[in-house]
């Protein structure tokens, strides 16, 4: 018998070896097999209108697009060397896993259980969302705690309505629910005036609003009556490509703070200003310890400009749909958006 057991816990042992270095693998050296692929490939999910949409040619587009344009610039000086993929469901996490994409660029909310459960980590937030609600610009309103009479539609997803039952009882307000399954009907009610408000993810909101013959007479009003998070999110286990995704996020947010843009980041390697300096790698080594070049701040602010003007991009007037940056400008401008400094 102990001839036996000792036998069995040398099996579990070798079975053991054999798992960690066949997990080691995929967990470590992303930035290596980046390099020796020559293209990043990024994945987001389901495809959304001002985050990541497809042309008549197959060509994407977006705010989460751009988030993998500017990862391919730090580590190429290049941001076309990409691969976009878009995924359903939590295939997502498996295709993280398996290296078969380098980073998710847009996943669901951040969440304790999506980043421990399924060998991911988040990294940093691009996006502060939450449950918001869209009107008709004709209703006049501008804020969501001036709701009161009216139909709302909403789908039946996880805490949607106790949300709304919420703030409608804080608010001493009045509400009727007018509940779908799927995110897609409630367009198709609001326009068929079954409803005159919709409740969902501003995110949400806003791609139902880009698919309207005139977005600008729907307005997503600034109050979010939950806690979103996104973000980009990669496997757990390799530490240097979590720095360099996070820090490429973070050249973004800091070269807004300090006023580098894609047009003038070139103009400004003369700049006597410490923290521009620092950001485009004329004082300071901050890309060698990443595995960068030094210049890879400058060479994504190239690419893609800043955070703001990634936003605006996407988001802006421009777009025929303006969304308020609301909870996404700097911190100093009453933001959330705010990224530890480059020194």
Not at 94 to 99: D, K
Not at 162 to 188: G, M, P, S
Not at 241 to 251: D, G, M, R
């Amino acid at each position: 018998m102990t001839r036996v057991f000792k036998r069995l816990l040398s099996l579990l042992a070798g079975l053991a070896c054999v798992v960690t270095l066949a997990a080691t693998p995929a967990g470590a050296q992303t930035l290596d097999a980046v390099r020796e692929r020559g293209f990043l490939i990024c994945g987001s999910s389901n495809p959304l209108p001002g985050f990541a949409q497809q042309d008549a040619e197959g060509r994407w587009s977006g705010f989460d697009v751009d988030l993998c344009r500017a990862i391919a610039a730090a580590i190429f000086a290049d941001p076309n060397l990409i691969e976009f993929r878009a995924l359903r469901g939590e295939a997502r996490f498996a295709g993280l896993q398996t290296g078969d994409i380098d980073v998710l660029t847009r996943n669901g909310p951040w969440t304790q259980r999506r980043d421990t459960s399924y060998g991911a980590t988040f990294v940093a937030a691009s996006f502060y969302d939450g449950q918001a609600f869209l009107v008709p610009q004709s209703l006049g309103l501008v804020s969501a705690y001036e709701l009161d009479n009216v139909n709302i539609c909403v789908t039946d997803a996880t805490g949607d309505l106790q949300r709304l039952d919420e703030f409608f009882f804080t608010n001493q307000a009045a509400y009727a629910e007018v509940v779908y399954e799927d995110i897609a009907d409630l367009i198709v009610a609001y326009q068929a005036g079954r409803c005159q408000v919709i409740s969902a993810a501003g995110r949400q909101l806003q791609g139902l609003r880009r698919q309207m013959a005139d977005p600008a007479a729907h307005r997503i009003l600034p109050e979010r009556i939950s806690k979103e998070a996104l973000g980009p999110v990669v496997r757990q286990g390799d530490s240097q490509w979590f720095n360099i995704v996070k820090w490429t996020l973070y050249a973004l947010i800091n070269a807004e703070e300090v006023g580098i843009t894609a047009l003038n980041v070139d103009s400004l390697l003369a700049a006597r200003t410490p923290a521009v300096r620092r950001i485009l790698g004329v004082d300071g080594d901050f890309g060698t310890p990443l595995g960068l070049e030094p210049s890879f701040m400058a060479d994504v602010i190239r690419a893609v400009g800043n955070y703001g003007e990634l936003y605006d991009r996407h988001f802006g007037p421009e777009t025929g749909a303006a969304l308020l940056r609301g909870q996404n400008a700097l911190w100093g401008n009453g933001g959330l958006m705010y990224a530890p400094p480059i020194r």
